[in-house]
């Protein structure tokens, strides 16, 4: 049952020996005690860390089990230290044990938080604080999100309001994780005058839209035009060179997505042309448009 130096502490006492001369039995020493042990004793503490781990919904967290040779999670996985990505807050079990079949348990609560943090920006052309006329556009754009849906109805990033009244615009910009945010922006209208005359955006022209603008190389294109022509569209670069073509694109579209970026940092110029005799005979058959490549 016994054996010095084993681990499990039982209590202290004297140790005998039978003296091989006359057999009497004789203490091994009257002034030395030893630490008597239980062989089969155990001594295994199971601990988990870090204990104040909090994660968001969609990432991961390390949790690390100690005290023994061999851990059995309540994921299945049998390693001291697991990746865990919960949906909910989530409590996690380990049981430790050692080479002597020694074993503890221990368990840790992950916490699991809702981080989500979407700030949508809205620009426009005109800018926001002008004053416009009755009867004028504006070219509204939403960035930030994967998905937007303004109060209009509308689920394109880029819409185009005309104007009567004084108005708000606002929109919901939801991410890649499912979080939303909102944003507004709000056009004056001047009563007292109304818009006329053909501008670079005149409602039978073409009307068009970039961004982000500067870039990495990855540009959004939208353009609109009341007569539902098909432009084409040519992109150069400072040398003159073009970069990039595409013909007959539909008008109306969703934004078309033109990837530049195997193209060197600087300016280039973004050509939309329709040869239709309407605006042939209106004198807008080209519009050209200012792109920056920034890495």
């Known amino acids: 049952g016994f054996s010095i130096g084993s681990s499990g502490y039982i209590g202290t006492g004297v140790v005998y020996y039978v003296d091989p001369n006359n057999g009497h039995i004789k203490p091994y020493h009257p002034n030395v005690f030893w630490e008597l042990h239980d062989s089969t004793a155990c001594e295994i503490t199971a601990s988990i860390y870090p204990n104040n781990t909090t994660v968001c919904i969609g990432s991961s967290a390390s949790i690390y089990a100690s005290g023994g040779t061999n851990y059995s999670w309540s994921t299945g996985a049998t390693t001291a230290v697991i990746t865990v990505t919960p949906s909910v807050t989530t409590t996690y079990t380990v049981i430790v044990s050692d080479v002597n079949g020694c074993s503890d348990v221990a368990s840790i609560t992950v916490p699991v938080k809702n981080c989500c943090s979407v700030s949508p920006a809205i620009s426009s052309d005109p800018s926001p604080g002008t004053t416009l006329c009755a009867g004028q556009n504006a070219y509204i754009t939403a960035s930030g999100g994967l998905s937007y849906l303004w109060n209009t109805g509308s689920t394109s990033a880029f819409i185009v309001a005309t104007l009567s009244v004084t108005a708000t615009y606002s929109v919901t910009v939801t991410d890649a994780s499912g979080c939303t945010g909102t944003a507004a922006i709000t056009f004056i209208v001047d009563p007292n005058c109304t818009s006329t005359g053909i501008s670079q955006f005149d409602a039978d022209a073409l009307q068009i839209n970039i961004w982000p603008n500067p870039s990495n190389g990855m540009f959004n294109v ?74």
């Open 222 to 295: 939208q353009w609109l035009m009341a007569n539902g022509n098909t432009p084409d569209i040519e992109i150069y670069n400072v040398f003159g060179e073009k970069v990039y073509s595409a013909e007959a694109i539909p008008i109306n579209h969703e934004p078309l997505t033109i990837n530049l970026s195997s193209q060197p940092k600087g300016i280039y110029f973004l050509r939309i042309s329709d040869l239709s005799e309407q605006l042939k005979a209106e004198g807008d058959v080209v519009i050209n448009k200012k792109i920056v490549i920034q890495k």
